[in-house]
């Protein structure tokens, strides 16, 4: 097959936008994260509405370990997708599982928080791009080792818990 010819699926665009918001997160490239919304804003904890903006909150509430990771495993399953007739936007709905190790400081492998992100995308020049994600906190776990303690997120948490 020429793989030029080859063209994904809208609906597998979308899943591997999502796929890819999780890698960039792992791997503490932060500044691609924040470029994944280019044309959006992430919703939860307030409305961050740039790359740098996003990023510099990501900082703020993450702990990020001497690897220039926050040593965690983001898993979105359970994606439904919708387009709309337009096939220029859609919404998508996914579990969320973070599992975190930490080995320098004795914390084993395990799930610190499972959540649902909700997600509306754009169709700009032909690529889908972030709209609006936002995060819905289901079950927490010990957090202790992933957000950061003096960071806003914390401290929401710490006035609701």
Same mark, same amino acid.
């Given at each position: 097959?020429?793989?030029?010819? +080859?063209?994904?699926?809208?609906?597998?665009?979308?899943?591997?936008?999502?796929?890819? +918001?999780?890698?960039?997160?792992?791997?503490?490239?932060?500044?691609?994260?924040?470029?994944?919304?280019?044309?959006?804003r992430i919703g939860s904890l307030g409305a961050y509405t740039d790359g740098a903006d996003i990023e510099s909150m990501l900082r703020s509430n993450l702990q990020i370990y001497s690897n220039g990771t926050p040593q965690t495993a983001h898993v979105t399953t359970n994606t439904t997708i919708?387009?709309?007739?337009?096939d220029s936007s859609a919404t998508a709905k996914? +579990?969320?599982?973070? +599992?975190?190790?930490?080995?320098e400081?004795?914390?084993?492998?395990q799930a610190i928080m499972t959540g649902t992100?909700?997600?509306i995308f754009v169709r700009i020049d032909g690529k889908w791009q972030?709209?609006?994600?936002?995060?819905?906190?289901?079950?927490?776990g010990?957090?202790?080792?992933?957000?950061n303690p003096d960071g806003p997120s914390a401290k929401i948490l710490n006035d609701n818990g």
């Amino acid at each position: 097959m020429n793989q030029s010819a +080859y063209k994904i699926s809208s609906e597998r665009e979308i899943e591997n936008l999502i796929a890819r +918001y999780t890698h960039l997160l792992d791997k503490g490239d932060l500044a691609g994260v924040g470029a994944l919304f280019a044309h959006g804003r992430i919703g939860s904890l307030g409305a961050y509405t740039d790359g740098a903006d996003i990023e510099s909150m990501l900082r703020s509430n993450l702990q990020i370990y001497s690897n220039g990771t926050p040593q965690t495993a983001h898993v979105t399953t359970n994606t439904t997708i919708h387009i709309n007739e337009d096939d220029s936007s859609a919404t998508a709905k996914s +579990y969320l599982i973070i +599992y975190q190790q930490d080995t320098e400081r004795s914390f084993p492998l395990q799930a610190i928080m499972t959540g649902t992100y909700d997600d509306i995308f754009v169709r700009i020049d032909g690529k889908w791009q972030f709209k609006e994600r936002s995060l819905s906190m289901g079950f927490a776990g010990d957090l202790s080792h992933h957000a950061n303690p003096d960071g806003p997120s914390a401290k929401i948490l710490n006035d609701n818990g």
